[in-house]
Structures are given as C-alpha cells and as structure tokens.
C-alpha cells in the first residue's frame, strides 16, 4: 500500500512559478500528475515512468512544466514555471508499479492517488 501526500500547491500570479511534490513513491513506481479544473475532467500533466524510465508531459504544459524525482526520498515534484489563469486546478499525483508506457498518461492505469493540492493562477 503507498500512501501519497502532495504539498506546494497554491495563489501565484500569472506568469509565476510553484513547485509541487508528491511524497510516497518510489522508484518502482510510475508516478504522473494530473489535474482538474471546475467543471471539467480531469487532465493528463506529465508523468515519470518507473526506474528511470521515459518523461512525458501533456501538450498543455510542455516547455513550461518539468516533473522530476528524488528517488532517495520517494519524492517527485512538478515544477511549474510561466503559470496561466487555465493552469488553475485541483493537482493530483498519482503511481502505479504495472504501468505501460502507452499507458502513461490514462488515470485509469494508476492504483495509488493522493488528496490533492489547489493551484490558484490569477490574471
């Protein structure tokens, strides 16, 4: 069982920077970021394939979102930098041990979800 705890999330003008980590998973896990937004489904962000596997990101955020990991830690972050008012939403890390690198960016490929952290952009 892998419990999964996010922090960072928060208010930042547009343009501004915050850093999200995702605390519980290891390095045998695939770990990906999701988020939603009011009245909207849920988003693939970037995910991290298991034992240093292959990145990927959501076409939204390539350039502006980085995910990383410190394995030592069972840490993974998103670093999120040139935010904008539609990156506003409910982010959620996620992890699974089985999962595809087709599969990488489908909710439903993952078994583990923390709680969630709000991020606020304002314009």
């Known amino acids: 069982q892998v419990q999964l705890i996010e922090s960072g999330g928060g208010l930042v003008q547009a343009g501004g920077s915050l850093r999200l980590s995702c605390a519980g998973a290891?390095?045998?896990?695939?770990v990906a970021w999701f988020r939603q937004a009011p009245g909207k489904e849920r988003e693939f962000v970037a995910a991290?394939?298991?034992?240093?596997?292959?990145?990927f990101y959501g076409d939204s955020v390539k350039g502006r979102f980085t995910i990383s990991r410190d394995n030592a830690k069972n840490m993974v972050f998103l670093q999120m930098n040139s935010l904008k008012p539609e990156d506003t939403a409910v982010y959620s890390c996620?992890?699974?041990?089985?999962?595809?690198?087709?599969?990488?960016?489908?909710?439903?490929?993952?078994?583990?979800w923390g709680q969630g952290t709000q991020v606020t952009v304002s314009s």
């Open positions: 991290s394939k298991a034992f240093g596997g292959s990145i």
């Open positions: 996620a992890a699974g041990q089985t999962v595809i690198q087709s599969s990488l960016g489908r909710a439903s490929a993952y078994n583990y």
């Open positions: 290891g390095r045998s896990y695939s």
